[in-house]
């Protein structure tokens, strides 16, 4: 009798957490080529959400500083089956922010983030809805299936980065975990309350708990413009995520430490026992410049480390913005004929 009774039930659930409705930000930079079909992709997935599970959808886009037309492109989509936002900053202040921003314009429960290069699958939107309302889950992220399309150097540098981030933190944040992933009205809720400046998004998204899983997919070909993330921003955004979320490079500063001591010891202990049982000399020169030049840049690594901690707390001491929006505008499905601008605001 149960067995009966479940599905209705749950049906009921879903019906309940569908009326919260799904906000779909997009940041974008220098997407104009590629915007319109990703917006058509994503107009068709909310009018199937609409039709299938009663969700009413909104997109927010985030222009972070484009320099091309991407902000008058964004404006002129067609509302059409779900509420546009154009949320547009003063400037480029980098893929945090602008998720961030996304996130603080979201006006419906449930939100949900992906890239505006068209490199993830809209159509995959109705998969992470489905673990949402049908399964209870908070937290859907993706990652890629596979990364065999890619060098081993980066392969190797991504297995490095996950190792080091999850080995200082005491949350674990699943590898291979992407931007690409729908939170719950709760999630999204619990990660506005988050007050840091210094935000990673993986790892915050991840850290607040609540009932997580993964979905594989296939990465689509990117079919317009060029990456912006080539070695030198992806080594920078390595080092902000980890000084960010982890306490792995003082502690990899602490054991480098301990073990120049303990060889400097061994160093000494046998140069000692050469000098006293065989009657060699003691070296000369050249190992004092070896050995100050060892220990000088050590020391030079271990103050860098401790400088980024550092410029961590002063950002968050000094409590600037992480954002200006220049220009807010909203079209809603129902009023499709013309843009309400909304006066404009910078959020913390």
Not at 181 to 196: D, G, I, T
């Amino acid at each position: 009798m149960a067995a009966k009774t479940s599905k209705p039930t749950a049906s009921r659930a879903a019906r309940a957490q569908a009326a919260a409705g799904l906000s779909i930000v997009v940041p974008v930079f220098n997407e104009a080529r590629g915007l319109p079909k990703l917006h058509e992709a994503i107009a068709e997935v909310a009018r199937g959400l609409e039709k299938r599970r009663g969700l009413h959808c909104e997109v927010v886009y985030v222009n972070d500083g484009s320099s091309d037309d991407t902000d008058r492109i964004a404006n002129e989509l067609p509302a059409g089956p779900l509420d546009i936002q154009v949320v547009s900053l003063s400037r480029n202040f980098g893929k945090e922010a602008a998720l961030l921003a996304g996130l603080d314009h979201a006006r419906l429960g449930a939100v949900l983030f992906m890239d505006g290069d068209g490199q993830h699958p809209p159509q995959l939107v109705d998969t992470l809805v489905a673990r949402w309302l049908e399964d209870g889950d908070d937290v859907i992220y993706t990652a890629k299936a596979h990364r065999a399309n890619e060098p081993w150097l980066r392969r190797f540098g991504v297995k490095t980065f996950y190792s080091l981030i999850n080995w200082g933190s005491r949350h674990r944040i699943p590898e291979d975990a992407g931007d690409f992933r729908l939170l719950s009205p709760r999630a999204a809720e619990a990660l506005r309350q988050l007050p840091e400046r210094n935000r990673f998004f993986k790892g915050l998204s991840s850290w607040i708990g609540f009932r997580q899983t993964r979905v594989d997919y296939e990465p689509a070909e990117r079919e317009h413009g060029t990456t912006t993330w080539n070695a030198r921003r992806l080594i920078g955004l390595s080092i902000e995520g980890l000084t960010s979320f982890s306490v792995a490079p003082l502690r990899v500063a602490s054991l480098l430490g301990m073990a120049l001591a303990a060889t400097a010891l061994f160093f000494g202990v046998w140069i000692l026992l050469e000098t006293i049982l065989y009657g060699k000399d003691v070296p000369g020169y050249p190992s004092m410049v070896v050995g100050l030049m060892v220990l000088g840049g050590v020391q030079l690594i271990m103050i860098g480390v401790l400088g980024e901690y550092i410029g961590k707390l002063l950002s968050e001491i000094k409590r600037r913005p992480v954002y200006f929006v220049a220009e807010h505008n909203v079209k809603d499905a129902s009023d499709s004929a013309k843009a309400k601008p909304m006066a404009s605001r910078a959020a913390e």
